[in-house]
């Protein structure tokens, strides 16, 4: 090793325990986070007990008084007056206490982060970046392996800064729904988390950005399309051909006659960016419904560009494979023809049609008979506001934004409105989830 490789090594050494650092002090608040929120639950949890007391007291203050001015002519002197009037006011400040304690607690709900998923993250960064070092250090010397330490390292920072935002609240809670559609897809067993950030997703640290400037409800749906690239990345097996990928070989298993075909196709399409952009399209559409191809018509893709263009056409061919889905697949087709004027067409119709026959076996479906069922009053529930018979439904999420995406479609003078109730109505199932025993929310939704 040379002197300027050395001294290179021991600054990216010193760079990653700079990472280390800041991963712990976050731990550490997490923990402090996680203890008060622990108290303010256990208050909660006695609060129907207080409340009672509380109007006990009251009940008892009103029959005091009733019965001492009763007994009296005039008018209740002041040393029996002012005791009830204070007593009175101190219960006022216990209620208000206690309804900003639960305030506080739902607040902290939304920023906290489980300290196991930031160890997962550091260890699986160490072991990418040794892996690589040692790799490159036997072949080639240590420059490539600088090399990518740098790119790990800019992942890192991506994942500790956008921690840092959503820790401050700034996602406004978006963060945590995103965390809960990946938690309810269940998609080849990737633990992601959701950060605001400015790129695509975090291979190695396993991360997915809320990019802006749709950092809003209405683009929550679009997080499956980096599950899917997260999903796909981790079944690669390093140094080996595409075909040598568990996700690609589950799909040729569907593939019947024509799978050796498509096998060999696959050297030279399964890593091409805009085939795996369509292939992310089909899996955002299958798991998410039309709420996940309205966020990409109307918020991600460039009616300029030939690529949007095939992502167009991959999410309305995976709408009309569902005959539910065609009212609305035509409406964005009419939608889109309106900024986008072009005449290609579909380059990846049997790949599509293959993974549509591997979705259905390898992915947690958007359930097309329960939304149904549910659609029309969901859709009523959030742009009134009266969510209350949902809130402890054990409705899942995606659900919510599917109704949610067609109320803004039927009722566009409501969107704030519609907004409002989607974001409350996600925190309060996420909330009722959260005290569930340990490990149901790991087991089969009702939805």
């Known amino acids: ?20 650092k800041a991963l712990d002090k976050l731990s550490e608040q997490d923990t402090q986070v996680g ?28 029959t005091l008084e009733r019965n001492v001015g009763n007994q009296l002519d005039t008018p209740l002197p002041d040393e029996v007056a002012s005791p009830i009037k204070w007593a009175r006011e101190a219960l006022d400040r216990v209620e208000t206490q206690m309804t900003q304690a639960r305030a506080i607690a739902d607040k902290l709900l939304a920023l906290e982060v489980d300290r196991n998923r930031l160890s997962h993250r550091r260890e699986r960064l160490h072991r990418h970046v040794k892996v690589q070092m040692v790799t490159h250090a036997q072949t ?23 921690l840092c935002i959503r820790r401050a609240g700034l996602d406004r809670g978006l963060c945590q729904i995103a965390d809960q559609i990946i938690s309810e897809v269940r998609w080849t067993g990737v633990e992601a988390m959701a950060v605001p950030g400015r790129g695509g997703p ?31 990345n981790d079944s690669i097996i390093p140094g080996k051909k595409p075909t040598v990928n568990h996700v690609l070989y589950a799909m040729l298993e569907h593939g019947g006659e024509s799978a050796q075909e498509m096998e060999q196709e696959a050297e030279m399409i399964w890593t091409d960016s ?51 889905f065609i009212p609305a697949e035509e409406d964005l087709r009419k939608a889109w023809s ?42 009523d529930a959030l742009r009134t506001g009266n969510i209350e018979a949902f809130a402890k439904s054990g409705i899942q999420v995606r659900y919510v934004l599917g109704a949610a995406w067609k109320a803004r479609n039927e009722f566009a003078q409501q969107e704030d409105k ?3 109730s989607t974001v409350e109505l996600c925190h309060r199932l996420i909330s009722a989830k959260g005290t569930q025993t340990p490990g149901a929310q790991g087991s089969a939704p009702i939805w």
């Not at 080639?140 to 500790?160: A, H, R, V």
Request: glycine share 8%; with cysteine; hydrophobic share 45%.
């Open 202 to 232: 975090g291979f190695v640290t396993q991360i997915i950005h809320l990019r802006l400037p749709n950092w809003s409800v209405w683009s929550l749906p679009l997080t499956a399309h980096e599950l899917w690239h997260l999903g796909v």
């Open 418 to 420: 519609i907004m409002g």
């Open 274 to 324: 805009e085939f795996q952009l369509c292939m992310a399209d089909v899996f955002g559409t299958v798991v998410m419904g039309p709420a996940y191809a309205n966020a990409c018509i109307a918020l991600a893709l460039d009616p300029t560009s030939p690529v949007a263009e095939q992502r167009a056409l991959a999410m309305f061919r995976t709408l009309r494979s569902i005959p539910e």
């Open 1 to 20: 090793m040379t002197e300027i490789e050395r001294i290179r090594l021991q600054a990216a050494e010193g760079i990653m325990l700079s990472f280390d």
């Open 35 to 62: 203890e008060l929120r622990g108290l303010l639950e256990e208050l909660q949890h006695k609060r129907q007990g207080i409340r009672h007391a509380l109007q006990g007291l009251r009940n008892s203050l009103d």
């Open 140 to 162: 080639n010397g240590s420059w490539k392996g600088l090399q990518e330490y740098n790119d790990s390292w800019n992942e890192g920072l991506d994942f500790i800064s956008g």
């Open 338 to 379: 309106q900024v986008c004027q072009g005449t290609a067409g579909l380059k990846y119709e049997k790949w599509i049609d293959l993974q549509l026959k591997y979705l259905h076996d390898a992915a947690s479906e958007f359930l097309v008979e329960r939304w149904k069922e549910w659609r029309s009053d969901l859709v």
